[in-house]
């Protein structure tokens, strides 16, 4: 089975930068769409940024300018580049990504466990 694994959450200070990077590992064949969404305590998961095998990108307007989303397709790692953090970017991060399974023709959704970050003073 497919397995999505996020690193790099942690706190840090308003202003400050963090990297993000989630790995997918399994049978895979290949990985088309992949994204990042968050969720805050008591709000409904958003999406933050999206990028296609491709390259091509889609941005919430919250991270936009700040934020920026990358590929390696040879590794089947998604990466996001978090800069000037404010406390309303504060949740738990999930990786996401829509993957065709070598025994598979379709493609299916999976998700990873997430990563906190915390943006306080």
């Known amino acids: 089975q497919v397995q999505l694994v996020e690193s790099g959450g942690g706190l840090v200070q308003p202003g400050g930068s963090l990297r993000l990077s989630c790995a997918a590992s399994g049978s895979i064949f290949s990985i088309a769409t992949m994204g990042w969404y968050r969720q805050a305590p008591g709000k409904q998961r958003e999406v933050v940024a999206t990028i296609t095998r491709g390259g091509s990108t889609n941005y919430a307007e919250s991270a936009k300018g700040r934020f920026t989303i990358s590929r390696d397709n040879a590794k089947n790692t998604v990466y996001l580049q978090m800069n000037s953090l404010k406390p309303e970017d504060t949740a738990v991060y999930y990786c996401?990504?829509?993957?065709?399974?070598?025994?598979?023709?379709?493609?299916?959704?999976?998700w990873g466990q997430g990563t906190q970050v915390t943006v306080s003073s």
């Open positions: 996401y990504a829509d993957i065709l399974l070598q025994s598979l023709v379709t493609v299916r959704g999976y």
